[in-house]
């Protein structure tokens, strides 16, 4: 009888600590059922560096995630898909553009608020968008020197 009762409390203990693990995981990755987020979407000449699941960072925060990325096959851009937290209001003249951590960093998408009185509602769109830049075309341009007497 005593071993059933210990098999019963050492059941429990697994259990309660995999339902843990589960919260745990869930809130690190910022996983939400989505009633709390509202989402937008973003075109870009090249998006470049952006995957689906990085983070939207507003003023360095972490506020959303991207949600998918395609490619409009009429206008040849890149339509990125993100959410962002509902108590974060998006002014509709806001910035939104492909970011690097770094020189060897990831990549991830910035918002930068514009100062409108009206604010982006879900599924509406930001207008004002930057591509990512690439790294090698910057120093080529600095390496390769420009013809000084250009043909006329």
């Not at 339902?19 to 987020?37: K, L």
């Not at 509602?121 to 004002?128: M, N």
């Amino acid at each position: 009888m005593a071993n059933n009762i210990t098999e019963t409390l050492v059941g429990a203990v697994v259990v309660a600590t995999a339902v843990g693990f589960v919260i745990y995981a869930g809130q690190s990755t910022g996983f939400s059922g989505g009633a709390d987020e509202i989402t937008l979407q973003a075109r870009f000449t090249t998006a470049e560096g952006l995957n689906v699941g990085d983070e939207v960072r507003l003023a360095g925060v972490k506020v959303g995630t991207l949600t998918g990325l395609r490619l409009d096959r009429q206008t040849y851009q890149a339509v990125a898909e993100f959410s962002v937290r509902n108590d974060v209001l998006i002014p509709e003249d806001s910035e939104a553009k492909v970011a690097s951590e770094g020189l060897l960093g990831g990549s991830f998408l910035e918002l930068t608020p514009g100062g409108a009185d009206i604010n982006l509602l879900d599924g509406e769109e930001v207008i004002y968008t930057q591509g990512s830049l690439s790294l090698i075309n910057l120093l080529m341009k600095f390496v390769t020197k420009p013809d000084e007497n250009p043909p006329q």
